[in-house]
């Protein structure tokens, strides 16, 4: 039987890290920096207006305006216009795992976009508990408070997973409630944290800090050679598993409720993605397996 | 390697030979094909280009390991009709190349900005004639299909890679290749995450993105039927295993 063990919901990494920057979210701050430095010339991520978050191509270091809600919303659409209008080819991706799976296609195959394999420098992937729509977002709070609010930021902390009003409320979001509004694609997401990216961000309640799970070589260097040129911009704090034990916690609870949903959904026999029918299955025999074989990667 | 036949030599037959046919269509496919630049010199040394309309003087059809064909068979064409015989006589395996070959493109449609000569009225896709239908072991979805496609399939099918052909062959049976598949086979099952890979697969734009409700939208007559945009999405399929990039 498969387990939701530590490697299930983090996957391989080198190190995890608290990073907090004296003069912005840290995130942008070494996009920025890197982008000024042309280790990366562009950047694909999500900006922000209001509650309306949008993908963004950032071709400037002083254009990017990374999104505090979120990080999803059709980034791979941008991916032609970066590498064939713009003929960037050292971009930088911000999103979550399922953007990365269209990305991680296009350069595999080639379908879709042209040369998308040698164009990508860095992946930097976001941990992602599922995400709503505008209207989805203003049911759920409706659900939780009763009332209409403007969410301008989410944030995971020990306490819990929140979403930060625009007067700076902070609402605790339980995460069943959360599961009943996502989007029902993110509802058999297996890959929350982001497996397969350079780097791994996870937002915090202070916006100048967060959490980055360093995954590959690539990811490592790219932090070791900005904490060398900006020695006093940053402040790294190692972390350990014991310390991000909420994470992990609030990854097990949602897995646990995604399961259930792609269980129900092969046991009821419903529609699953025709050209590989197997792969709701495929997991569905692997979890209910008595092997002990740790194969995860392959179904999802 | 399956394609190579059973009377393949090694003495003599050290290059895999390829033929590029042309029906009914822009020729893109075969422009695809040369810009691939530097890449396409990289093939040249392990497979030999023994047949083509555009890229060589041959006139006659030789004995061919790989034939690549590309554009809809027009069926009141009795130039068409002979090709494809030859083809299937004298191919080991056929790959249809671009929409108009796997899956009738723009020509089927008919939504192209030339009107049928009146001799020529009809088209299908080659994935559609029986008597090419056992040859035809792999379709190239495309308008055209970006040149790095086909450098990934030509390394795969000379290294048979199966996981990686396991889709095109899934294609050569498949009449699924509009935008109204993707909101069926996709969208309509709740698969949809919202990435926007279809919209950038599509060369006509006829995807676009709807950043409200984070889902493609469809623009019926702007599609050219190419199959880009479903095979193109995370969710059709994916590829086994997982490609690991470092």
Redesign the interface.
Known sequence: MLKLDRQFLFGKLKGIYEVTCIKENPLQFILKEMMKEEFIDGVIGTTQEGV????QLFIAPEEIRLSRLYF?????????KAIQKYRLNKIAIVAPS??F?????????????????TAVAL?VGILCLG?T??EGLECELLDITGESKEIVRNYLSPEGYFFETNSGEKIKVNMETHHHYI?????Y?LNLSAR?SDITYIPLQNDRSGIFILR???GWRTLGILQKKFPEAFKFRLLGFKDISYVEDLLRQKLILNIDYILERVEMG???????SN?FRKFYRLWNSVNDVNIE??A? | MFFLGQDFNFDSDFKVKLGFFHFSSCSGCQVAFLDMFEDLVEILDTVELAYSNMLTKKKDVPRLHIAFAEGALCIEDKRHLSLAKELAEKANIVVTVGGCASFGGIRRLSVGSQAPQPSHQSFIPLTEVELLKQKIKYAIPGCPPNPSLLYNFMIALLEVNEDFLQPFEFMANSKDACGFDVVKEVINKGLCVGCGTCVTACPSRAMNFNYHYNRPTFKPTLCVHCGSCLAACPQSFKPYPQPIYT
């Open positions: 309306k978050v949008k993908p999803h919303s059709g980034q791979n659409t941008f991916l032609k399922c953007i799976d269209g990305l991680n296609k296009t350069q595999y195959y080639g379908i879709g976009c042209n040369w998308a394999k992946k995400i729509s505008e989007n029902s694609g993110c509802k997401c397969g590959s070589e690539r419903l529609p699953v993605p025709k050209w590989n792969r990667e392959e999802f």
